[in-house]
């Protein structure tokens, strides 16, 4: 599969509730696990979701507070258990490691693999990981305590190749890497024919946003904007306002606001406060402002892609 | 209700699964909640069994493995988001204070009620806590660490008074609390009539046993002699008896080798291995032994009563 698969583990907020696990998402990109923040249970939903411990990497985590990390000592053991050899990547905030890695010393001292905490700066938009297909970079976040969302790009691709066009002008197979990558061809004859007659443009990448947990942040439009998919905490209703300042969350209709301001494509929203009993409030809500809303749900799975 | 009523909330073993979740129990005494161990999640579960949290004021942690306690930030961390103010108790080995005093300092700084940790020595048995109608000890058990079980014994109750003996011997109201507690009464006319004449004793105190995790282990036994109900781990099934040895576990036929040397009236098997599918094997090899056994199971109410 090309693009990004979302796996929603956990979109409850801080409190539990017999409906919503805390936060947790998997994003799979061709068959590599990145995992975005680790709330308790996360292990316990990665199991459930039947995703595979062993094609998950990284891990992202958006904030210190409990409800996005506190699975992660149970999670890092589990891996061990399975007998993993492989070194595990967490991004994260400078204080992580601090907190996070006596524990590991205490209950993990027999850890089958190595963990790495890579820490980022999460008050500036920065990338924190990137490999052969895959950029992540940190989206600053307005919350009682440093926060960041993470945005997910897909690398360009290189051209889809014309089998007509290759084989009508005779270009041999050992140009064919040259044209891809941009070069032109040049006949026998001298004739100079661009790499544009020989290909079609590649699907843009595919773009995923997680913005939780924080208040309404216009400073994270530009970082966001025209992203195929956007996860937007909702943690309350709008007539909840005043709590949601308070507590530095957004309501559905903010959400939806930036979700408008920046273009995206579509957006989810979740992180949903203990209180909502009826998540179809914020639904309407967020719709009437965004229709290509949806709500999150455990064991979603969102299939970002460009055919 | 009289006695006790034990809730499972987990029964796994380390290894989270899609059937189980990790250790954790809930013993309920006339509406105050006991918590035996706090798996990953239990706090989930705490919710889904639809147990009130302002009734837990007690928390008793077996032994030191993520698997027993990695659940105890979340829950500290919910309580205070409740608004707790009552003191919340934990009874566990000297290392707990000393690995999750950190993290509630980092993750709950403004805590609205104090967390204590109370020390005991699992090395030897001792008396854990006790209050009016309560007494709980701790067993030790045999594990790759220090490792201790809980007996939970009700304190004896006062014997039941005679209504028709009262009124036939023309017994002032006032004297009745004396012969309650074991006092004779004296007639007007100075004729001593036993205090027996006039109660039935009470039921006697319900007991229940906690014993996991531990390999197979003798000196236990005179410890939880006679208890109505033993849970006891049986990770694995005889057949994996080497294995069991090298992880200090217990295999079914263990476990009930031990309920019917203990002359338990009841036998509760879990924490059960991952590997383990089909769990009707464990209770067969179990029942071979001791046919008062049952399979733990998630959402069990186990009620220990003397009627």
């Given at each position: ?12 907020s801080?409190?539990p509730?017999?409906r919503?696990?805390?936060t947790?998402?998997?994003v799979n ?17 990665f199991?459930?979701l039947k ?5 998950l990497?990284?891990i992202f985590?958006?904030h210190?507070?409990?409800?996005h ?5 149970g999670?890092i ?5 399975l ?13 992580a490691?601090k ?5 590991l010393d205490y209950f993990?001292?027999e850890l089958?693999?190595?963990v ?18 895959l950029r ?8 009682r305590v ?5 945005l997910?790009e897909e ?5 889809h190749i014309?089998r007509?066009m290759i ?5 041999p197979?050992?140009q ?5 990558a941009?070069a ?15 290909t079609?443009p590649a699907?843009?990448?595919c773009?995923y946003a997680f913005?939780?947990d ?12 025209g992203v195929d998919?956007?996860?937007h ?7 909840d306002?005043?709590?949601?300042k308070?507590?530095y969350?957004s309501?559905?209709q ?6 408008r301001?920046?273009k995206?494509k579509?957006l989810?929203i ?8 009826n ?6 809500e967020?719709m009437e402002i965004?229709p290509d809303t949806?709500l ?7 299939a970002?892609?460009?055919?």
């Amino acid at each position: 599969m090309d693009g990004f698969e979302v796996n929603i583990l956990g979109c409850g907020s801080a409190l539990p509730t017999t409906r919503h696990f805390l936060t947790s998402q998997v994003v799979n990109l061709r068959d590599k696990l990145y995992m975005i923040d680790c709330g308790e249970g996360s292990q316990l939903q990665f199991r459930n979701l039947k995703l595979k411990f062993q094609r998950l990497n990284h891990i992202f985590i958006s904030h210190l507070h409990g409800d996005h990390c506190f699975g992660l000592p149970g999670l890092i053991s589990t891996l061990s258990m399975l007998g993993r050899t492989a070194d595990l990547h967490i991004h994260a905030q400078p204080d992580a490691e601090k907190i996070f890695r006596p524990l590991l010393d205490y209950f993990c001292k027999e850890l089958s693999y190595k963990v790495f905490f890579h820490a980022f700066n999460p008050n500036k938009s920065e990338l924190v990981f990137e490999d052969r297909t895959l950029r992540v970079s940190s989206i600053p976040l307005k919350h009682r305590v440093p926060s960041a969302g993470f945005l997910f790009e897909e690398k360009p691709k290189s051209p889809h190749i014309i089998r007509e066009m290759i084989d009508f002008h005779k270009v041999p197979v050992s140009q064919i890497g040259a044209i891809k990558a941009g070069a032109a061809f040049v006949t026998p004859e001298g004739e100079t024919i661009p790499h544009a007659v020989f290909t079609r443009p590649a699907e843009p990448p595919c773009k995923y946003a997680f913005c939780s947990d924080t208040a309404y942040y216009e400073k994270i439009i530009p970082l966001i904007e025209g992203v195929d998919v956007l996860y937007h905490e909702a943690t309350f209703s709008h007539a909840d306002i005043v709590r949601a300042k308070e507590t530095y969350h957004s309501s559905a209709q903010q959400a939806a606001q930036i979700a408008r301001a920046a273009k995206v494509k579509k957006l989810v929203i979740g992180h949903f406060s203990a209180r909502i009993f009826n998540e179809n409030i914020l639904l309407d809500e967020a719709m009437e402002i965004f229709p290509d809303t949806i709500l999150a749900n455990e064991g979603m799975k969102l299939a970002i892609e460009h055919k």
